[in-house]
């Protein structure tokens, strides 16, 4: 249950900028006021006072792109699976994300939205589940990544109108080149869902084509998609060009090289990024055997790998992705906030969430210099403190 909390002596990264020194109430779960400076008298007199001590108050961050972490993943179809990640993602910060699916039998798939929905009903102790990615199964299977070759098909409508039958999905991946997936996309967005384009060969035509259809997205841009070439600008030039797409970027400096990700950010800005984990089981664990989707898989040195090689999702956090992002681009840190919280807020259509601006939810964090989080606020209530 929330309470008044009143947050003072901090810098506030608010909608419309940054505030060097002020002051935020929090109370019923929503932002009531906030200033520049000190807090007025008697303002929250009977709120929880919380010193910042000089540090950032930013917006909570959103992950649209999480399989797993601490063990666990979303294909196990266990709701108390997806709780354990749920307070592990909040101690870095994130206040809401999609758990991701895998390629799979329909069967698996089914169970695992089936308990996506079952915990989505649950009362919430960490980030704040706000449904599913389908991430396959009607990918290209020579860009399949981590996903199961035996597993990846082109779309059926009997098969999608059963997963978008439970009601959790907000977001799946598809290939577009394939003309059974195109027919799926206006579907989805009849479903209020997100249509995201990625483990693809597809052309930049077919790209723009599926743009027109209603995709809006691509998912984690450069990897498991063909490279940009100057004769054929593919999914990649696509993405980078086309203002209507938004690009998913695994910032973890493995998936996508420093480089990479300025280049990225020169062509979309933040507005057009939306920073992912792509997180596994192993993330939040030490180096060991863990699995994606039922595949076994392999993290070394904090990355991990499938027994072909492919790199199988990440171990990278959410706040850590920001910070990478600013290293690689040479900004300061809170100018690239917004790519892990505005910006995949207005993606999901979630107008009260993403900012920090009167009326909007109360999903804050405290971050010191190095951005690590000292607490995560999820609609008023505390769900991690340092």
């Known amino acids: 249950m929330s309470t008044a909390t009143l947050f003072h002596n901090g810098r506030i990264h608010t909608l419309h900028g940054p505030l060097p020194e002020g002051w935020l109430l929090a109370e019923g779960g929503r932002i009531a006021a906030l200033g520049a400076g000190a807090p007025p008298a008697g303002r929250g007199r009977r709120a929880m006072p919380v010193d910042l001590e000089g540090n950032w108050l930013a917006p909570g961050l959103i992950d649209l792109h999480a399989h797993g972490a601490l063990g666990c993943d979303a294909m196990n179809a266990d709701p108390e699976a997806l709780r354990i990640m749920a307070r592990f993602y909040a101690s870095h910060g994130v206040t809401g994300f999609l758990a991701a699916t895998m390629s799979a039998p329909a069967a698996e798939i089914e169970a695992a939205l089936a308990a996506i929905g079952i915990a989505m009903g649950q009362s919430a102790d960490g980030a704040a589940l706000l449904g599913a990615h389908v991430e396959g199964p009607y990918l290209n299977a020579a860009q399949r990544g981590a996903q199961e070759a035996q597993w990846v098909r082109t779309a059926r409508a009997a098969e999608y109108q059963a997963l978008f039958a439970s009601g959790?999905?907000?977001?799946?991946?598809?290939?577009?080149?394939?003309?059974?997936?195109?027919?799926?996309?206006?579907y989805a967005r009849r479903q209020g869902a997100l249509v995201s384009l990625g483990h693809t060969q597809a052309d930049y035509d077919t790209m723009r084509e599926a743009m027109r259809l209603g995709a809006t997205q691509v998912t984690h841009l450069?990897?498991?998609?063909?490279?940009?070439?100057?004769?054929?600008?593919?999914?990649?030039?696509?993405?980078?060009?086309?203002?209507?797409?938004?690009?998913?970027?695994?910032?973890?400096?493995?998936?996508?090289?420093?480089?990479?990700?300025?280049?990225?950010?020169?062509?979309?800005?933040?507005?057009?990024?939306?920073?992912?984990?792509?997180?596994?089981?192993?993330?939040?664990?030490?180096?060991?055997?863990?699995?994606?989707?039922?595949?076994?898989?392999?993290?070394?040195?904090?990355?991990?790998?499938?027994?072909?090689?492919?790199?199988?999702?990440?171990?990278?956090?959410?706040?850590?992705?920001?910070?990478?992002?600013?290293?690689?681009?040479?900004?300061?840190?809170?100018?690239?906030?917004?790519?892990?919280?505005?910006?995949?807020?207005?993606?999901?259509?979630?107008?009260?969430?993403?900012d920090i601006a009167v009326g909007r939810d109360a999903d804050l964090i405290v971050l010191d210099e190095a951005l690590q989080v000292r607490m995560t606020m999820v609609r008023g209530t505390v769900a991690y403190q340092r």
């Open 168 to 186: 959790v999905v907000r977001l799946i991946t598809l290939a577009p080149e394939s003309p059974e997936n195109r027919t799926l996309i206006p």
């Open 222 to 354: 450069f990897n498991a998609m063909a490279p940009l070439h100057h004769r054929e600008p593919g999914p990649v030039g696509a993405a980078l060009s086309l203002v209507g797409l938004t690009c998913e970027l695994i910032a973890d400096r493995v998936h996508v090289h420093p480089a990479a990700l300025a280049l990225a950010y020169r062509c979309k800005g933040p507005g057009g990024i939306a920073l992912v984990t792509d997180a596994m089981a192993g993330a939040g664990m030490p180096d060991g055997d863990y699995t994606l989707g039922g595949a076994a898989v392999r993290v070394r040195d904090g990355i991990a790998r499938n027994a072909e090689g492919a790199l199988a999702g990440s171990t990278l956090t959410l706040e850590r992705a920001v910070a990478h992002m600013a290293l690689a681009t040479g900004e300061p840190p809170e100018r690239m906030l917004p790519m892990a919280s505005r910006t995949p807020a207005r993606c999901l259509g979630l107008a009260s969430k993403g």
